[in-house]
């Protein structure tokens, strides 16, 4: 009766803010949104936790960034000293109390095959994310120090947890199964599982926005692209296949993971004398734009720029990344029986010319041609396919910060 009157009282006031929250293993990051209107009325992060030198960094709209060293040893320290900040008022704090805080949305990685949408987080589902983390075991556990830092920081007000796989929990069985022994999917949960959900699922519900669409009605395929990459088959609001698998290692090239890879490469290594972290390492951090380039980056601004100066091996690692990605469009199109659009997002998406043209100067066997003045347009949503197009592709930024506070919003009416 207690939180009813308090839920009647905020939707009278019809004044609703969120605090996102996106916790790494020494890094937290923070955005508070006033919802009714998405604003954002400051954002955040501090970095190197339990390092040398924690940085906190703290923006809001229409003033300097403001940076700092801090002693935090622990994600509890950090949001404290976010806490502080956010209640500061006479220096750019933009909260009068912890308390006008309604609810807080975390980013959870890996919610394995128990959420196929954001919860409110209670001990049972902080007990499934502690046994997910098997899955994911750089990113559940300070995903849930996150979380239980905010219980301490803000007793009494409902924490959400909005999983990167959760998005992905409609493929059927022919897509998220290996074709490997059924005991090793039903003992151990080897399956795909899929990442990126939240940014494709924003990105889903924009083109819907974009193309004058329900999204039930559309097909579309959902090219993340940034530093970890990953594309996605949408049929009428549905994912049913995506790149990623039982881990984010899989799929597209990226820049230092290696995506699909024989995996028989991998027993040839270790006959070669290599360690499995050796192993682990390489096809994680060593591989990608950063493992083909030559040029020590993974980043795809040096990589183009390599490639644009006539450096053989980072022109190779771009043709390398942008084959593979058209190779799975064209899987894709074929699963969705055609496609209404491409859509491209991402750092790599949003950004790079030279890199999305040499994507889409793959596509045209299917119908997407490239118009080669739009392509020029960064950082906004635009169509970069000519009008006589039989297949669309537009560029739609993301927002998974936004996305979090939505589905946070969402579920706290
Ligand atoms: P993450 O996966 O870490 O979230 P991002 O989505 O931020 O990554 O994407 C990072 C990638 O985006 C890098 O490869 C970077 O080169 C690329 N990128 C970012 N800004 C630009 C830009 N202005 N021009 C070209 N590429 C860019």
Redesign the pocket.
């Known amino acids: 009766m207690r939180n009813g009157i308090i839920i009647t009282l905020k939707i009278r006031k019809n004044v609703v803010k969120i605090l996102v929250v996106n916790a790494g293993s020494s890094s937290v990051k923070f955005t508070v949104y006033q919802m009714e209107t998405e604003t954002v009325l400051a954002k955040g992060l501090v970095e190197r936790i339990g390092l040398k030198e924690p940085n906190f960094v703290y923006e809001r709209p229409g003033h300097d960034k403001e940076e700092k060293v801090v002693a935090v040893a622990n994600h509890t320290d950090a949001l404290k000293a976010i806490c502080e900040k956010l209640v500061d008022t006479d220096h750019g704090g933009v909260l009068e109390s912890l308390s006008d805080i309604d609810a807080i949305g975390h980013r959870v990685v890996h919610g394995g095959e128990k959420f196929s949408e954001p919860v409110l987080i209670d001990s049972d589902v902080k007990n499934t994310i502690r046994l997910c983390a098997n899955l994911a075991p750089l990113h559940n556990p300070p995903n849930l120090d996150g979380i239980e830092a905010c219980e301490k920081a803000f007793p009494g007000t409902q924490n959400v947890a909005v999983f990167d796989t959760a998005f992905h929990q409609t493929m059927p069985p022919e897509a998220f199964m290996y074709a490997i022994p059924r005991e090793l999917y039903e003992d151990h949960g080897i399956r795909k599982y899929g990442f990126h959900g939240t940014s494709h699922k924003f990105v889903t519900n924009a083109a819907a926005d974009y193309l004058g669409k329900p999204v039930d009605e559309l097909k579309l395929i959902s090219c ?6 990953s594309i996605a088959a949408v049929k009428y609001g549905k994912v049913i296949d995506t790149s990623m698998g039982m881990t984010p290692l899989c799929g597209l090239v ?2 230092t993971r290696s995506g699909d890879i024989d995996p028989a490469i991998i027993f040839y290594l270790k006959k070669k004398g290599y360690a499995a972290g050796e192993i682990d390492s390489i096809l994680n951090k060593k591989s990608g ?1 950063l493992g083909v380039g030559g040029i020590k980056s ?7 720029d390599a490639a644009a100066n006539g450096v053989e091996t980072a022109r190779i690692a771009l043709d390398l990344w942008a084959h593979r990605l058209a190779f799975y469009v064209g899987g894709y199109y074929t699963l969705l029986s055609g496609a209404d659009a491409v859509i491209i ?11 999305r043209a040499a994507f889409l100067s793959r596509l045209s066997g299917i119908g997407c041609h490239m118009d080669r003045a739009a392509i020029q347009i ?2 906004k949503a635009v169509t970069l396919s000519t009008p006589d197009s039989e297949l669309r592709a537009i560029v739609l930024p ?1 927002d998974e910060e936004l996305m979090i506070g939505r589905e946070t919003a969402l579920l706290l009416k």
């Open positions: 993340h692209l940034g530093n970890g990459s990226m820049g734009l993974g980043d795809m601004r040096d990589i183009v997002t991402g750092g790599i998406g949003e950004n790079s010319v030279p890199a960064t950082k993301t």
